[in-house]
């Protein structure tokens, strides 16, 4: 049971390129969800998803894409990085009535 | 616009000591509040929550005081030790899901 899993760790970006971070769980849970956590800001919810098939935004959606084609997987695009994007980002995954787990985290620089 | 306030941003206790973390919220919606522990590199971690219908609750020496009329809640650390030194988050949830508002985070020294 490795519970919540975010690859890659670290990811070095030049402003403009895409790429995907990858969330999974193996919990069996019906939400996930993504944040990503800045200095002094906290962690601010990007997007999330009550099930396979369904997403909604949060706080800070732009820039951001995300789909949930199966239970266990929950991707964020960046479809045109920004320097902006440099954060740290973390998946979570919560079941109906249990606490959220969050992921190690992906460490991102836009250059 | 933190819909979460937290206080204070850095906190230093002696060994022993009684640590206290503020948070505030505006959205009478939210009815569930956990707070986080998230040491560095690492993913924030449930330490304890509660909902709106208690006004304590309390987990070996973690404590959550709640005043839903002031729409406040606090963290107690009793008897703080160094191994406490990490970053706190207070969070709100609407029952509605899944959706955390954050506050900005405490940084919590515990010294020797």
């Known amino acids: 049971n490795a519970g919540v899993t975010q690859t890659p760790k670290f990811q070095v970006l030049k402003t403009g390129q895409s790429m995907t971070l990858q969330c999974a769980q193996d919990?069996?849970?019906?939400?996930m969800s993504w944040y990503r956590q800045d200095p002094g800001m906290g962690l601010r919810l990007i997007h999330y998803?009550?099930?396979?098939?369904?997403?909604d935004q949060g706080e800070v959606p732009n820039g951001y894409n995300v789909s949930r084609s199966t239970t266990e997987d929950f991707p964020l695009r960046l479809l045109s990085a920004a320097p902006s994007q440099t954060s740290v980002y973390f998946c979570?995954?919560?079941?109906?009535?249990?606490?959220?787990?969050f992921g190690q985290g992906t460490r991102l620089t836009v250059v | 616009q933190q819909q979460v306030k937290q206080s204070p941003q850095s906190l230093i206790v002696q060994k022993g000591g009684i640590s206290i973390i503020n948070c505030a919220y505006e959205?009478?919606?939210?009815?569930?509040f956990p707070w986080y522990q998230q040491f560095p590199g690492k993913g924030p971690a449930l330490l304890i929550a509660?909902?709106?219908?208690?006004s304590e609750k309390k987990e070996g020496r973690f404590t959550i005081s709640f005043n839903k009329s002031a729409k406040q809640f606090s963290l107690h650390i009793m008897d703080s030790q160094p191994g406490d030194s990490a970053t706190y988050f207070c969070?709100?949830?609407?029952?509605?899901?899944?959706?955390?508002?954050f506050g900005t985070g405490t940084s919590l020294t515990v010294i020797p």
């Open positions: 979570a995954s919560q079941g109906w009535d249990t606490e959220a787990f």
């Open positions: 919990m069996n849970h019906e939400y």
């Open positions: 998803s009550v099930g396979a098939g369904i997403t």
């Open positions: 959205n009478t919606a939210f009815d569930y």
């Open positions: 509660i909902r709106p219908d208690v």
């Open positions: 969070a709100a949830s609407p029952h509605t899901g899944n959706q955390f508002y």
